[in-house]
């Protein structure tokens, strides 16, 4: 090869380089995601972590699980360049919800938090909440049910803690958890974190709507949640369990599985089926 055409092959090179790094960001400032709405139940062992992805270009996650596994699910889960959680939710500080939590403050860029302020001494949960500090992140404290509007027809209800658990020790941390709805049209999802029979009759007491298509059944299917008169209420069609595979606490209960089987709901388990994605699509909910 000549010395002129060498030349010219690495102006061509340079100039195809240049290109690329030009387009990947334009690429990414014209992408606008479907409008559509997907809910992802990711695998990340004994513990909740879900991703909901609005049809407005939120990102919102409840819970990140026992540890670093959710860096993965949200990497398979989101686009590569999107580093963004717009809305992060700590239902309660147990280390099953709250572990992965603290990766993904150090990985992601999020926006804001929810959560109810709770005392409880767990090394996990003060790391959390001095990463939380150190990002200078906003943080608003759960302390009353409200709405929180993320679109047209699209909101997230907030249905517990019925009132401030703030500076408050709670005898049983599950019956902290924030529960919450998510309501797109007429699809909804209802988040249980991991919410007992007590919590469920505190709900069903207070009057709220609680029916939803989809249930994400409070912890992991233990037999210490959903009860009967609770889904009577919920009326769900399908169930999901975020439990792990062989885990030690033997969840989920065969006795919720068939209760859940009695009401018709069908149910699908991470310990089974892995992360488990749920798209809106033509006002027909789809399974992938």
């Known amino acids: 090869m000549s010395m002129k055409r060498a030349k010219v092959y690495k102006i061509l090179l340079l100039a ?6 030009l387009a ?28 909901i992805k609005s049809p407005f270009g939120q990102n919102i996650l409840i819970d990140g699980g026992p540890d670093g596994s959710v860096l993965e699910e949200l990497s398979d889960n989101l686009p590569f360049w999107d580093r963004q959680i717009d809305l992060m939710i700590l239902t309660h500080p147990h280390d099953d919800h709250v572990t992965g939590l603290i990766d993904v403050l150090k990985r992601y860029k999020v926006k804001k938090i929810l959560f109810t ?39 997230l209800e907030i249905l517990f803690p019925l009132d401030s658990l703030v500076g408050r020790e709670v005898e049983n941390l599950n019956n902290s958890s924030i529960v919450a709805r998510l309501v797109q049209s007429d699809k909804k999802f209802l988040f249980m974190g991991d919410a007992e029979v007590e919590e469920e009759n505190a709900l ?11 249930l ?19 009326k769900a069609e399908r169930a999901i369990i975020e439990v792990g595979e062989d885990n030690d606490f033997g969840h989920p209960n065969l006795r919720i599985l068939k209760r859940l089987e009695r009401i018709g709901a ?6 089974l089926e892995g992360t488990i994605k749920i798209r809106e699509e ?5 399974f992938d």
């Open 16 to 21: 195809g380089i240049v290109l690329i790094f």
């Open 24 to 51: 990947v960001p334009l690429f990414v400032l014209k992408y606008k995601p479907v409008k559509n709405l997907e809910v992802d139940f990711l695998d990340v062992g004994q513990g909740d972590a879900i991703l």
């Open 117 to 155: 302020g709770v005392v409880h001494d767990a090394p996990n949960y003060l790391e959390w909440l001095s990463e939380v500090k150190q990002k200078k992140i906003s943080l608003m404290i759960i302390d009353r049910p409200q709405t929180i509007k993320l679109g047209e027809d699209c909101n």
């Open 204 to 214: 069903l007491a207070s009057g709220v709507e609680l029916s939803a298509q989809v």
């Open 216 to 234: 994400k059944v409070g912890h992991h299917g233990s037999d210490t949640s959903t009860s009967e008169g609770f889904l009577r209420a919920v």
């Open 266 to 271: 069908k149910t699908f388990r991470t310990d």
């Open 282 to 286: 033509n006002n027909q909910l789809y």
